[in-house]
């Protein structure tokens, strides 16, 4: 094949197999994609307490399938950051909401829909999270209880994924978190520099931070911070 791009795909196993797809669906079958996930996810903690709340809150889709792993069935409203954490919302049986966007319009859609003394917030997370959800909110009232469900574990990059960056052949690595970014960061560290022709495609400002300084050819970011802005920046890169 000519004119193909190659794609290094550093998020979990799931959502970088879900993003091959949606790549080689909807954007370009000539393009080559290699997974190699800079972290792992496990399932962690307890079922939570769902007693006086009002809502239950998912940042990430990794908190809808480790919610739903607990086999916790709920009625409650589940406010979803965005719209694929929606869809995964309502796959696992669960009533979603979308604030079609980050957490700045997940923390804005919630101070729209409920009132504070209707109850409290439950907001599944992981170990790492990229902002304070839980502090916001209780700027504005609420009463916010946090249940961490997940542990996000640093992998290497796979000896395919080092091999290809070794010999020239990736175009553009994807980076979907600052944390991601900090992993692929200190990686590099104990490898060989980076191709010259290499891009970072970023799903914000603040990822984008982590590796301006790093060795690449260009750094871009997504219009918004979300999984939709940042599929649009993957298709104008393959264009």
Do not use: W
Not at 14 to 29: D, F, G, K, P, Y
Not at 33 to 50: A, E, H, K, Q, Y
Request: aromatic share 4%; proline share 4%; glycine share 6%.
């Amino acid at each position: 094949m000519t004119n193909v791009k190659t794609l290094l795909l550093t998020r979990p196993e799931m959502q970088s197999r879900a993003l091959v797809n949606q790549i080689e669906t909807n954007i370009s079958n000539r393009t080559r994609c290699i997974i190699s996930p800079l972290m792992v996810l496990t399932p962690t903690g307890n079922r939570p307490d769902l007693e006086g709340c009002q809502a239950v809150l998912f940042t990430s889709v990794n908190g809808i399938e480790a919610f739903a792993k607990l086999g916790i069935v709920t009625d409650l409203k589940c406010y979803c950051v965005g719209a694929r954490t929606a869809q995964a919302a309502r796959s696992a049986g669960l009533g979603a909401i979308s604030a079609d966007g980050a957490a700045a319009d997940l923390i804005a859609k919630v101070n729209k829909d409920l009132i504070p003394d209707d109850g409290t917030l439950l907001h599944i997370r992981g170990e790492h999270i990229a902002g304070d959800l839980t502090t916001a909110l209780s700027m504005q009232g609420f009463s916010v209880r946090e249940a961490v469900l997940y542990s996000q574990d640093t992998c290497d990059l796979s000896e395919p994924a080092k091999q290809a960056l070794a010999a020239g052949q990736v175009n553009a690595i994807l980076m979907y978190s600052p944390r991601s970014a900090r992993i692929f960061g200190a990686v590099l560290a104990n490898t060989k520099p980076l191709a010259h022709n290499i891009t970072a495609l970023c799903i914000s400002e603040n990822t984008a931070a982590e590796v301006r300084n790093i060795g690449f050819n260009r750094v871009e970011i997504a219009e918004k911070p979300d999984g939709v802005s940042m599929l649009a920046l993957i298709e104008r890169y393959l264009r």
